[in-house]
């Protein structure tokens, strides 16, 4: 089954942290995968794509096959960072989106 | 340019009412995405239209669920018989093509309430 899983619900780090967005999925084939970021009171907007392989406002992303994961990274954390984050795989010829249950980041100052 | 739009943005209807809601793709994306936001279950995908292919309705939850795409560009959700678990943000989104990675350009959102 079509699966990803981002086990931290709420992640809070200190202005200038580096910062880790685990993810992880489950998929048979070879997907896609995407990281997703919503800041308050905006909409949904794709933050980079593993296929780019391409740093997104400080942000990079690797895809691990033999550990399935795709964990989001950054080194030095910004208060402009916090923001909901969603990790998801494409499959197939759709391009239907799967969702991780998101992650809250919180960059304090 | 004008990105996708949906209406209304909020919506309260009661328990077993039918509701609809709606979405503007950004012109001349032929891939169109439902999706729904709730606390519980995260982003769920609900229903894919590719041009003129028969709709993915693999996501619906329930037969109360139905969506059509007219002349291959604005999108209406329908629930049915609404039910309080129904109350979640649905989400369209919209992209060129599909089959391919990329980027999925989403709108505000309806925020439905069912009382």
């Known amino acids: 089954a079509q699966r990803v899983t981002q086990p931290e619900k709420l992640l809070s780090v200190f202005k200038g942290a580096p910062v880790e967005l685990k993810c992880n999925y489950s998929y048979s084939g070879s997907p896609e995968l995407f990281w997703y970021v919503q800041y308050s009171r905006q909409r949904l907007q794709l933050l980079l794509r593993h296929i780019s392989r391409e740093s997104i406002k400080g942000f990079t992303a690797d895809l691990n096959k033999g550990e399935t994961s795709f964990h989001l990274k950054k080194p030095f954390a910004q208060e402009e960072d916090s923001a909901m984050y969603y990790c998801?795989?494409?499959?197939?010829?759709?391009?239907?989106?799967?969702f991780g249950q998101g992650t809250t980041l919180q960059v304090k100052p | 340019g004008a990105g996708v739009s949906q209406s209304p943005s909020n919506k309260v209807t009661e328990k077993g009412k039918d509701v609809e809601l709606r979405c503007d793709p950004i012109s001349g994306h032929t891939a169109l995405y439902w999706y729904r936001q709730s606390l519980g279950q995260g982003l769920e995908f609900l229903i894919y239209f590719q041009g003129n292919s028969a709709p993915d309705k693999s996501g619906l939850p329930s037969d109360r669920f139905s969506a059509e795409r007219t002349g291959g560009s604005v999108s209406t959700l329908t629930i049915q018989r609404t039910q309080q678990e129904d109350s979640a943000v649905y989400l369209c989104?919209?992209?060129?093509?599909?089959?391919?990675?990329?980027?999925?350009?989403f709108g505000p959102g309806t925020r439905l309430t069912v009382t």
């Open positions: 989104a919209s992209s060129w093509t599909s089959g391919d990675p990329y980027e999925q350009y």
């Open positions: 998801a795989l494409s499959g197939g010829n759709t391009g239907k989106l799967i």
